[in-house]
């Protein structure tokens, strides 16, 4: 699987080379700035790539806008974003095409080898991954709208759809048939109003409908 | 039915001898009201004679009307140890702080002037007709006792008979009548006016506001009548003292001074700031046991802040200033004499004669037979310019209302004119204000000093007991890893794990701090959408409107992003809201942010330490904070922070093309 990487510290750069590497991942580009990530991305049309938000020369939200960018001209283009922190804000900018192949996680994830190298899968194969952090803020909201009508045992489900989780994973989670949860998503999908399309595409969008709220 | 008609007149009898009792009362308040000692005991008894009537007015008509729940006047507050306040000054008794209490408080009481009003006027205007029912079934009673043959009336009884049999029906017909002729007027009388189309006219505005303007002026130019007095007292006491008293009684006069631009300021609208320099430092003991106050050494202290005292209050020019007032103000207090003077002669001399002349010429001419003209006002205005005489009487009502007029139309220029003159000496030089500028400064300066260091020491406290030390855990673990390898590989799988899970929690740890120290997003994506995300990460539904078309520089970004995520956590926390909305815009040169919420209202600067906290990060930067929380809400935060704003690039993302690569 190819890679494009875009981090500017050069020690988690390297080490994240190694660990793809050491995951059979094939690492295409490593580069440290904007301007040469947008360049790549164009240029090598990973099967997936890892951007850290800041990035130079100007060190604010470089690396997402050039990951929103490279998305506007090649629609689907799997992104897994990294950051130091989590912004509900952002991850709204990064699903708003409603596509999938998104991917939104805390730098401190990078330290599970395991399950970081489980989410960037996902994200390539067009899915979410949505880090825990920006979840949780939003349990703790007030609901209205169509996500109040929602079970709690849904809301349970979602939460778990919106990290990415398969439905087998949602079921070992939640302690749960996979079946059961197929029922419980099939249940999320029509009181959410999504039309029937692609399972992957309506995980988006339910998710989508979750960070809007 | 038959009883109605036959008590009504009894029921009239006695509305008309509480209407003269009410008048007698309202009357010698009049009286008591100068000698203020027992104003406060006549009140209370004409507040109960009013409730009375309309008590007894509502029993016999059903006419309800609406009085204001009684009240009492407040207490007076005690202190901790005792002693009672009352406006800055302690009394040991309760006894004169609830008299001034309650005095103001019957001054400040719409209420009781409708009360007085009544009582004063009700025997005029609605007690004599309510007296006829009680004449004719008496008169008639008496004319018909007469042609009985008892008593001594020198009619002719067939005629006392006839006038008599007519006259007591007549009286007892009239009765209910006369009753709701009475309860009419008591319910217009003390009722509070409601808003009808006529108080919301503009016209009624603009007598209101023109009549006011003519009090004020002719208030602020009795004040100004008064401060001669104050510049004859300094100048007698420089005369006596060659000048050596003058600081102490221009000090007295400074008082008097505050109190006069308090009045221009809330009469006009547009405070007068004070000009006087600060009172400066305490001299410090020099280690020769001298204290210095600029080139002279004074051996003890008390010398040394007299002589400072002096040297404050003679340099500062504001004292010089407010004496050419005191001697001056006196000349435009003349001319803003003017409105008061037309208004009250015009409306209440010769417009209210009329009026006026029923409660005392009535009595006078009942009592004496002498009568007196109703135009008694008018008589002495003919005697002083005879051309005046070609007027009829009753056209001087007209002239009243003339006067009145052009006195109303001149109040608020000449109102105008009169306070342009006060602030020409009274308000602030330039220098002044620069000076008090300079201080503001200062004190802003310290603040934010003194915040910024307490803040370092916190973020050094915070890196030392948190991720210092597990940085320093994670250290060890690895060491006791590295010897573990060989020996025993599953305890070193163990504390690797730990260790992993330690350096995580440094993480969050930092994460949370640099949240605290400038949020990333705002360094990321500018103010606008910090604010978004807080509103998104807040618990209560945040609508943000934004009208910015450029960014503010970086401090004062941060400074109102905290402030504004303090706003919203004071919605949230304190008061019970459901909704927020935070508006942020840019207009005259100033950041707007304004922070509305629909809780309960009731937020105060002077309490919560967080209002207290964005006031003081806005005065870093000149910024305002006003706060508009009347109890039971909407709680309205407005803040301002003076700024340019550079790049006219607006807040969000998606513009930037793909021309960079």
């Known amino acids: ?213 | 039915m038959m009883a109605r008609f036959l008590v009504a007149p009894v029921r009239c009898l006695a509305l008309v001898a509480l209407s003269l009792l009410g008048f007698v009362v309202a009357a010698s308040s009049l009286l008591a009201a100068a000698t203020v000692i027992g104003y406060p005991s006549l009140a209370r008894l004409i507040r109960r004679l009013a409730r009375l009537d309309a008590a007894l007015v509502q029993r016999w008509t059903g006419v309800a009307i609406e009085l204001p729940p009684p009240a009492g006047p407040p207490e007076p507050r005690r202190r901790d140890d005792g002693w009672y306040v009352y406006e800055r000054q302690l009394y040991r008794s309760r006894r004169v702080p609830a008299f001034l209490l309650e005095l103001k408080w019957i001054g400040a009481d719409r209420g009781f002037v409708r009360m007085w009003y009544w009582l004063f006027f009700a025997p005029f205007v609605a007690g004599a007709l309510t007296a006829v029912p009680v004449a004719l079934l008496g008169g008639g009673l008496v004319l018909l006792l007469t042609a009985a043959g008892i008593g001594g009336l020198p009619v002719p009884a067939a005629v006392a008979g006839a006038v008599g049999i007519a006259a007591v029906p007549a009286g007892v017909l009239a009765g209910p009548a006369a009753l709701r002729w009475y309860a009419g007027w008591a319910r217009l009388f003390l009722e509070p006016a409601g808003q009808t189309w006529l108080r919301r006219s503009p016209v009624r505005r603009w007598l209101s506001d023109q009549t006011a303007a003519s009090w004020h002026g002719g208030g602020l130019s009795g004040l100004s009548f008064a401060a001669f007095g104050g510049f004859v007292v300094n100048l007698l006491a420089a005369l006596v003292s060659w000048s050596l008293l003058i600081p102490r009684t221009s000090l007295v006069t400074r008082q008097a001074m505050v109190y006069y631009r308090g009045m221009v300021g809330r009469w006009t609208g547009r405070p007068v700031e004070d000009p006087y320099q600060p009172y400066p430092e305490p001299p410090r003991r020099d280690p020769d046991g001298t204290y210095r106050v600029g080139r002279s050494l004074f051996p003890d202290l008390d010398r040394a802040i007299r002589w400072q005292r002096n040297g404050w209050v003679l340099g500062d020019p504001a004292t010089w200033r407010d004496l050419l007032w005191m001697a001056t103000a006196w000349l435009p207090g003349l001319v803003g004499l003017i409105p008061a003077a037309l208004v009250s002669f015009g409306f209440f001399g010769l417009v209210w004669q009329v009026l006026w002349w029923a409660p005392w010429a009535v009595p006078v001419g009942l009592a004496s037979g002498v009568w007196v003209t109703p135009w008694y006002v008018w008589y002495a205005v003919r005697e002083l310019i005879p051309g005046a005489a070609v007027v009829p009487d009753w056209a001087s009502v007209l002239v009243g209302l003339g006067l009145t007029g052009v006195g109303l139309v001149l109040a608020q220029p000449l109102l105008r004119l009169r306070t342009r003159y006060d602030r020409l000496l009274l308000a602030p030089t330039r220098s002044a204000q620069l000076r008090q500028r300079v201080r503001r400064l200062t004190d802003s300066r310290a603040d934010a000093v003194g915040t910024q260091a307490a803040e370092l020491r916190r973020i050094e406290r915070d890196l030392h007991d948190g991720a210092q030390a597990r940085l320093i855990a994670v250290g060890l673990s690895l060491a006791t890893v590295e010897r573990l390898l060989e020996t025993d590989p599953d305890a070193a799988r163990a504390m690797l794990a730990q260790a992993r899970e330690t350096s995580s929690t440094a993480l969050v740890e930092l994460r949370q701090l640099v949240r605290g120290i400038h949020p990333p997003v705002l360094s990321e994506r500018g103010l606008v959408d910090a604010v978004r995300a807080v509103a998104l990460d807040c618990p209560l539904p945040v609508t943000v409107t934004v009208r910015l078309s450029g960014r503010a520089d970086a401090p004062v970004e941060s400074a109102a992003y905290f402030a504004v995520c303090e706003a919203l956590a004071n919605a949230a926390r304190h008061a019970g809201a459901t909704r927020v909305g935070v508006d942020i815009g840019y207009s005259d040169d100033r950041l707007r942010l304004i922070v509305t919420d629909d809780g309960h209202g009731g937020a105060d600067p002077g309490r919560g330490s967080g209002l207290a906290g964005i006031r003081r990060r806005l005065g870093t930067f000149d910024g305002v904070l006003a706060v508009d929380s009347p109890r039971g809400g909407p709680t309205v935060l407005t803040m301002e922070i003076p700024c340019a704003l550079s790049s006219p690039k607006t807040s969000t993302s998606s513009e930037t093309g793909w021309s960079g690569c």
């Open chain 1, 1 to 213: 699987m190819r890679v494009v990487l875009a981090e500017d510290l050069y020690l988690l750069r390297d080490g994240l080379v190694r660990l793809l590497t050491a995951h059979d991942f094939t690492v295409v580009a490593a580069v440290e700035s904007g301007p040469e990530l947008r360049a790549a991305l164009i240029e090598h049309r990973p099967d997936v790539s890892i951007v850290d938000v800041r990035l130079p020369p100007t060190y604010t939200d470089e690396g997402l806008q050039a990951a929103l960018d490279a998305r506007r001209e090649v629609p689907g283009l799997p992104v897994l974003v990294l950051s130091q922190h989590v912004e509900q804000l952002y991850a709204r900018d990064l699903l708003a095409d409603g596509v999938g192949g998104i991917g939104y996680l805390l730098k401190d994830r990078v330290l599970n080898a395991d399950q970081f190298v489980d989410a960037v899968r996902r994200v390539a194969a067009g899915g979410t991954a949505m880090d825990p952090e920006v979840i949780a803020t939003l349990v703790t909201r007030r609901v209205d709208g169509p996500l109040g009508r929602l079970t709690p045992r849904e809301r349970e489900v979602l939460e778990l759809m919106a990290q990415g989780r398969s439905n087998a994973a949602i079921g070992q989670r939640l302690f749960l048939s996979e079946s059961a949860v197929g029922k419980h998503t099939a249940s999320i999908f029509g009181k959410l109003d999504l039309p029937p399309s692609e399972d992957d595409n309506r995980r988006v969008l339910a998710v989508l409908a979750y960070l809007h709220q």
